[in-house]
């Protein structure tokens, strides 16, 4: 066995019992010790590491749960050809979740416990916390946030720019409408879209998720291929906007499910498919560019579904219970694909 299979297979076991069995904090852990481990042997590059995070997806929005609503092939295909998390659970609101998978600690050691972040409160996550890209940065990565930060805003240094990324291309807050890029909450509303520090006017009318899909393809192609690559797309979709129009998506693509007798189902499984959609445009690229090989890819989502009508969404968590605010809904299997750590054309499923 070569030296990166066996210390993967170490890795693997080691935390099988506890990072697979529902914590996504760990996944923080294992995504450093997976870029550690690919450094112990200098004939290894370090493996490129891309996050991408949907927002609210239901449990049952996806074709590898068995949905027979809204295809999603591109996230199959990475599901069936990689790791699949099957006791893999999160935090039932986004902050907390965020703030997990950031520090690799669970909300209640950092204060982010409680509640969501809304723009005008003036906290966030602690800056005591040294985060997931400043470990990766001092192991000589790039490192990208395209999409939602959510974990504080009131000061420039709880800004991604602060907090360890090198770019960022997206919104603060915790929602944004997917074309105006505007946010309503607690009474205020204002325009969130930002590059770095700079409010992107220029984008206004873009579609989100395209606006991510974009950005990723250019921080793929314009890769140093020397350092290390840790990319994040956080994704809008598939979390309500603004009360005017909670979910929105192409006319075109709505048109494609008219067969659904609800409107807002309608809407969510277009936005479903646009998410799917820029899967595929970021691993085609990562393949293109050839850096799929050494890449660990890693889909998941910050909480389930929001279901039920919540916000006027339409997410669908079956046959779990409970809905994206509720200490119910935390589980989904979430996908890790270790294209660096495993021979091509591996396939693993991983077992309760």
């Avoid at 999603?72 to 998978?101: E, F, H, K």
């Avoid at 495993?342 to 077992?351: G, H, L, S, W």
Wanted: glycine share 8%.
């Amino acid at each position: 066995m070569s030296p990166n299979l066996t210390l993967f297979y170490s890795s693997l076991m080691i935390r099988n019992q506890h990072s697979f069995s529902g914590r996504s904090e760990r996944m923080t852990r294992l995504l450093l010790t997976l870029s550690l481990a690919s450094l112990c042997w200098g004939e290894v590059t370090k493996p490129n590491i891309i996050l991408i995070i949907a927002d609210d997806l239901g449990w049952n929005d996806v074709g590898f749960h068995g949905s027979n609503q809204i295809p999603t092939p591109n996230i199959d295909a990475l599901a069936w050809s990689g790791l699949v998390l099957q006791n893999y659970y999160v935090t039932p609101i986004c902050t907390p979740s965020r703030s997990a998978l950031m520090t690799g600690k669970y909300p209640i050691h950092t204060g982010m416990q409680h509640s969501v972040l809304y723009g005008n409160e003036p906290r966030g996550l602690p800056l005591s916390e040294k985060l997931l890209p400043q470990y990766l940065k001092e192991l000589g990565y790039s490192t990208h946030l395209v999409g939602k930060w959510h974990l504080g805003s009131f000061k420039k240094d709880y800004l991604p720019l602060h907090r360890g990324f090198d770019t960022h291309l997206g919104f603060w807050t915790g929602r944004i409408d997917l074309y105006d890029h505007t946010s309503f909450e607690a009474g205020s509303w204002g325009f969130d879209f930002r590059r770095g520090f700079q409010v992107a006017h220029d984008l206004f009318g873009a579609y989100a998720t395209d606006v991510y899909t974009d950005e990723a393809v250019k921080l793929i192609r314009g890769h140093n291929s020397s350092d290390g690559l840790f990319l994040v797309v956080a994704h809008s979709a598939v979390h309500s906007g603004n009360p005017y129009e909670f979910l929105r998506a192409p006319d075109d693509l709505v048109a494609n499910f008219s067969h659904l007798p609800d409107r807002q189902r309608q809407k969510y499984a277009a936005m479903v498919t646009k998410l799917d959609e820029s899967v595929g445009k970021v691993m085609e690229t990562l393949q293109n560019e050839g850096m799929l090989e050494n890449s660990i890819v890693l889909f998941t989502t910050d909480n389930g579904g929001a279901a039920a009508g919540f916000n006027n969404n339409a997410g669908s968590n079956y046959p779990l219970k409970g809905e994206a605010p509720s200490v119910i809904s935390l589980r989904f299997e979430s996908i890790i694909r270790f294209y660096a750590m495993i021979e091509a054309n591996a396939y693993f499923v991983m077992k309760k």
